[in-house]
């Protein structure tokens, strides 16, 4: 899955995944994928070998993530797919993630909401006591 | 293909995958939203259609191994501690960063030794522990209830 184009801002990223959520809403199907891995460095030796096993234990320094976001749709549908990516440095991560949070929070409307549940509990609750 | 029961337990096991692989392992999300099925006694036409639903699958996986770890929500509620404080926490690992003291007040937790430096695997041996009780804690208590 390589992002054809290069990555986006954080605030740019932000709000093209509010838009991939606004399109969601109200509609009956469909999908959002969001994926987070580690950026790698240029200088980084990939490849194990017989000497070191798992080179990617011995980083000095910390590494980026790259979030990336798409709306699901297969190659037949290129015109259609959306593909956003973003790089967060590891001093952003707070910062990022409680703003994802939010966005996929208030995006994702087709959870079960809290409220829901609370009324289910309560009726199973006065079942089980008659 | 393990689907894990508890988030607790999901992120505790995606911690581990990530301390041993972290350049390969990823995690997705993945929001699906489907129509709502109607129960399969009275699927009366006139019935107003209910809401669709959506699910929320959260998958860590490390191709270089193979390792899969899954769990699936569809609580709205859960969304936002699971993205904020897990794929956070995870992506703390991700990228090597050293973990900060954990926000959860645990009382008798050992204190993280502090390592100060971004050595990774100082970091590793210094995880807090996941927090223990919080949103599923709830259920099993009311199983010894008479």
Excluded at chain 2, 56 to 84: C, M, Q, W
């Amino acid at each position: 899955m390589t992002p054809g184009k290069s990555h986006l801002s954080q605030s740019e990223f932000f709000d093209r995944l509010e838009k991939l959520f606004s399109e969601r809403k109200g509609g009956d199907h469909g999908a959002i994928h969001l994926s987070q891995k580690r950026l790698k460095n240029t200088e980084d030796t990939d490849m194990p070998s017989a000497d070191e096993p798992f080179p990617d234990l011995n980083i000095t320094e910390p590494h980026s993530i790259v979030i990336r976001a798409t709306n699901g749709k297969s190659k037949k549908e290129r015109d259609s797919k959306v593909r956003i990516s973003t790089v967060v440095k590891p001093e952003d991560l707070e910062e990022f993630y409680t703003r994802y949070a939010d966005i996929c929070k208030t995006g994702m409307t087709a959870l079960k909401p809290r409220d829901r549940n609370k009324k289910k509990l309560k009726a199973k609750k006065k079942k089980n006591a008659t | 293909m393990p689907c894990f029961t508890t988030a607790e337990e999901w992120l505790e096991q995606s911690k581990l995958l990530l301390e041993a692989r972290p350049s390969t392992t990823r995690i997705t999300t993945k929001y699906s939203i489907k129509p709502a099925r109607r129960p399969r006694k009275e699927a009366r036409p006139d019935e107003e259609a209910r809401p669709p639903r959506g699910t929320l699958v959260f998958k860590t996986y490390d191709p270089a191994s193979g390792v899969v770890l899954k769990y699936r929500t569809s609580k709205a509620a859960e969304v936002s501690r699971l993205i904020h404080s897990s794929l956070g926490r995870l992506s703390r690992g991700m990228a090597g960063v050293p973990e900060p003291p954990a926000e959860e007040v645990m009382p008798d937790a050992p204190t993280a030794t502090d390592t100060g430096n971004a050595d990774s695997t100082a970091a590793s041996q210094a995880q807090p522990q996941p927090p223990v009780g919080g949103g599923g804690g709830g259920k099993k208590k009311k199983k010894g209830k008479k």
